[in-house]
């Protein structure tokens, strides 16, 4: 009975910036205290100094989750994304880590529901779900990421595009370390990651269901702009090569279309983002 309880613990992994709202903040931890089947620990590796608000927010999730699963950890060398990732992963204990963002909003069945996919799956050691996109203030929907659901349609997409939705992935934990974490690449580390099951030849497959509700909206469209973005995006297609994910003539190819992307004027690449979502 010990041994099915452990198998089946989450861990939440959360990074969470110095910049970051206190509003969206609060939103965000108040969508996993109310999950129908609330994490067993919530890893916040936080980075930089911390407003008195951000603070005041940590403080009173920490008291309000019980048994001691609200813990944070202090990023201290690590910078950027990808290295306060690991930190999380080395810092977790439980065999499954639930990524998740701090400005966006799980579902309260998010949690129960992936467990339940992962039971009846046991070969399965990486998945994510569909995510329903809003707007900065989520007062108008933007759109539902889409992914392929099983395994073979997984390694297909994965040769151009993440097959798997960061915000709402589950993966087991030993295996995350056991591949050496996330990537430290300057964009787009978490696709680089889930090309390391796939290459590794891991088992992974998706849920049809929209269990998150991401803030999308302009402000990511700018980010996903220009040299430096463009730069680190290239970075990551080299990763997936020298990982014999994609071949030299699949390279050429994100090489030139991601180019032209990156550059174009910020209404044009609003309106390609907009014919990517299904709905």
Not at 58 to 73: A, L, R
Not at 115 to 137: A, H
Not at 195 to 214: P, R, S
Request: charged share 25%.
């Amino acid at each position: 009975m010990t041994m099915a309880i452990e198998d089946n613990s989450i861990s939440v992994v959360l990074s969470i910036f110095w910049k970051e709202s206190p509003a969206y903040l609060n939103t965000a931890l108040e969508s996993l205290y109310n999950q129908t089947h609330q994490a067993d620990e919530i890893i916040a590796v936080c980075e930089g100094d911390f407003s008195e608000d951000l603070l005041k927010i940590m403080g009173f999730w920490e008291v309000k989750f019980t048994k001691n699963i609200f813990k944070v950890v202090k990023a201290t060398s690590e910078k950027g994304l990808a290295s306060c990732l690991n930190l999380g992963l080395q810092s977790a204990t439980k065999r499954w880590i639930a990524r998740f963002d701090t400005d966006d909003i799980c579902l309260p069945e998010r949690f129960e529901k992936q467990l339940n996919f992962l039971k009846k799956n046991p070969d399965i050691v990486l998945s994510s779900t569909f995510i329903q996109e809003y707007n900065e203030d989520f007062s108008q929907k933007s759109g539902i990421r889409k992914l392929p659901i099983a395994h073979q349609e997984i390694l297909k997409e994965a040769k151009w595009k993440s097959p798997f939705n960061h915000p709402s992935a589950i993966y087991d934990r030993q295996i995350a370390l056991k591949l050496g974490g996330y990537p430290l690449l300057d964009a787009n580390e978490d696709y680089a990651f889930f090309c390391k099951f796939l290459v590794n030849n891991y088992i992974t497959g998706n849920i049809d269901e929209t269990l998150v509700k991401a803030r999308a909206g302009d402000s990511l469209i700018a980010r996903r702009r220009g040299l430096k973005y463009l730069k680190g995006e290239m970075e990551c297609m080299k990763f997936l090569y020298r990982i014999k994910l994609i071949n030299r003539s699949q390279l050429m190819v994100h090489f030139a279309t991601k180019s032209v992307l990156r550059l174009m004027p910020f209404v044009l690449v609003k309106f390609v983002y907009k014919q990517m979502r299904l709905q």
